[in-house]
């Protein structure tokens, strides 16, 4: 599949592109969390190999990055992610959408995310969307909030 509603699915030239705009878009939350946000320790050459990376372009300017994990019962967010200039434009509900569409296509009918416990304008971004809160983890470092939405 190389599309998704409107949305390329990466390949391993767009490594260095998901890279940046990862990296610009978590940037802010390294202040609120006081550890590196977890997607900015990943290998993105990695990511793009093993899970469904899908960009969100405008005029070959890259915009969202949206990275899914398809699983058995589920798909997971692994990342939603849009790029500071782009943010408050959409970017993130169209995201969110073709997650959705993406789950359904796979027959799956739950979608799952997890976000860290103090980014609570995110926990309600994602709570005026549908998601609810479904536990929270202790991990050595942080808490992140696991949350979950039935689709379909």
């Given at each position: 599949?190389?599309s998704?509603?409107?949305?390329?699915?990466?390949?391993?030239?767009?490594?260095?592109?998901?890279?940046?705009?990862?990296?610009?878009?978590?940037?802010?939350?390294?202040?609120?969390?006081?550890?590196?946000?977890?997607?900015?320790?990943?290998?993105?050459?990695?990511?793009?190999?093993?899970?469904?990376?899908?960009?969100?372009?405008?005029a070959?300017?890259?915009?969202?990055?949206?990275?899914?994990?398809?699983?058995?019962?589920?798909?997971?967010?692994?990342s939603?992610?849009?790029?500071?200039?782009?943010?408050?434009?959409?970017?993130?509900?169209?995201?969110?959408?073709?997650?959705?569409?993406?789950?359904?296509?796979?027959?799956?009918?739950?979608?799952?995310?997890?976000?860290?416990?103090?980014?609570?304008?995110?926990i309600?971004?994602?709570?005026?969307?549908?998601?609810?809160?479904?536990?929270?983890?202790?991990?050595?470092?942080?808490?992140?909030?696991?949350?979950?939405?039935?689709?379909?």
């Amino acid at each position: 599949m190389k599309s998704l509603g409107g949305l390329r699915r990466a390949t391993g030239a767009d490594v260095e592109a998901v890279t940046a705009l990862q990296r610009a878009a978590y940037a802010s939350n390294r202040t609120i969390l006081g550890v590196e946000p977890l997607p900015l320790l990943a290998d993105y050459r990695k990511i793009i190999s093993q899970y469904e990376v899908w960009l969100a372009e405008r005029a070959d300017a890259l915009e969202g990055v949206l990275i899914l994990q398809p699983r058995i019962d589920d798909v997971l967010i692994w990342s939603l992610a849009s790029a500071p200039g782009a943010q408050r434009r959409g970017v993130g509900r169209r995201l969110l959408r073709a997650a959705e569409a993406r789950a359904l296509e796979l027959g799956r009918r739950a979608l799952r995310l997890y976000t860290g416990e103090k980014l609570i304008g995110n926990i309600a971004w994602y709570g005026r969307h549908g998601y609810a809160v479904e536990r929270i983890e202790q991990l050595a470092d942080r808490r992140i909030v696991h949350m979950i939405k039935s689709i379909g």
